[in-house]
């Protein structure tokens, strides 16, 4: 018996770390031996399960191919969340969960076959969502299909994959707006003062909005000046070090008697990621600075190191960006700063 196992009854047993929870063990039309958790509550349902599933693979031996599942996408969905779940960040789970349940289920039906949708729908699903939302955002839905029935197909619920091959809408060039420094100062002084420091932290440091939001205490790094970040979008930790601006926004947020070094920096009712991101367009509106979003101050921070001398693979690093692909488009430099480049062969070329 494998180690770990207890009571195995044909191919039904219980696991030492997990019980109270049936497995099933059995051998697949290829010749391989699968284990899979069963949604029983009893012995005798458990073996009904996998009595059931031999029998898929004696008719997929005897036809010769497997016949398509008559799950349903609900069912099948169900089954996919359960095996990201334990595979993805909590906010990765929650948007794959978003896209299933407020696009695909709605778009395909709850109560459709899984083998029933074709490739000639998933383009139609791609189409349609182009004319709604960001290139970005329809590759995003995509890639969930495609992952769900990559996953249905290595399950032997459809026999291929009708996303595979749909392409993703191609996205223009990645947006990259910055603020002159006279723009960010007028910015700044429309802000509500609770949102002062959070831009303040934005702009000085290139953080996003959910690292800044998510900031505890114990996150704080006086001595070396510094943020030490858990995880971050990309799945990582990361440093960020604190200049001067950043030091004296993070200074100027309140500080309540009773904070614990686990309580979020910035914290209140008003403080949600929706309201920062709503009250910020209203100051840039006083402001008279016009398409421009609290993300810009990201792009407003890389786009100044740059243009500083900051070298892109530094930036990628400072902005925690995994792929350097992502911070290439901080190669451009403002009209000005061009101009002056050229005037650098003056001296160069113009002396006789």
């Known amino acids: 018996m494998p180690r770990g196992k207890i009571k195995d009854r044909d191919g039904v047993y219980q696991r030492k770390d997990r019980p109270g929870t049936w497995w099933g063990s059995w051998i697949d039309a290829s010749g391989k031996r699968r284990q899979r958790k069963l949604e029983a509550h009893t012995l005798q349902q458990a073996r009904s399960l996998l009595n059931a599933e031999k029998a898929r693979v004696e008719k997929i031996l005897t036809l010769g191919y497997a016949p398509p599942s008559a799950e349903s996408l609900s069912a099948v969905a169900k089954r996919y969340l359960k095996h990201q779940k334990a595979r993805l960040t909590p906010a990765a789970y929650t948007r794959e969960e978003g896209i299933l349940e407020a696009h695909l289920k709605p778009f395909f039906g709850d109560n459709t076959k899984l083998a029933s949708i074709r490739r000639v729908d998933v383009q139609r699903y791609v189409t349609e969502r182009i004319g709604e939302v960001s290139a970005a955002s329809v590759t995003k839905e995509l890639n969930v299909l495609k992952h769900l029935m990559a996953l249905a197909v290595e399950w032997e619920l459809i026999p291929a994959n009708p996303a595979h091959g749909v392409k993703s809408p191609k996205a223009p060039a990645g947006r990259v707006r910055y603020l002159q420094p006279g723009e960010l100062r ?167």
């Open 186 to 352: 007028a910015v700044l002084k429309a802000c509500p003062e609770w949102l002062r420091p959070i831009a303040g932290l934005a702009v000085s440091t290139g953080m996003r909005r959910g690292e800044i939001l998510g900031l505890r205490w114990l996150d704080v790094d006086v001595k070396n000046s510094r943020l030490m970040l858990p995880q971050t979008k990309n799945g990582e930790g990361r440093i960020v070090y604190l200049n001067e601006l950043a030091q004296q926004a993070l200074s100027s947020a309140p500080v309540p008697r009773d904070a614990k070094p686990t309580d979020r920096i910035f914290r209140g009712e008003s403080i949600t990621p929706e309201n920062v991101s709503l009250c910020f367009l209203r100051a840039c509106r006083s402001a008279e600075v016009h398409d421009f979003r609290f993300h810009d101050l990201r792009h407003t921070a890389a786009s100044w190191m740059r243009m500083k001398g900051a070298d892109i693979h530094t930036v990628a690093v400072l902005l925690g960006h995994k792929d350097l692909r992502m911070a290439a488009r901080y190669q451009h430099l403002s009209p000005a700063h061009l101009s002056d480049a050229v005037k650098l062969l003056d001296s160069t070329f113009g002396e006789n």
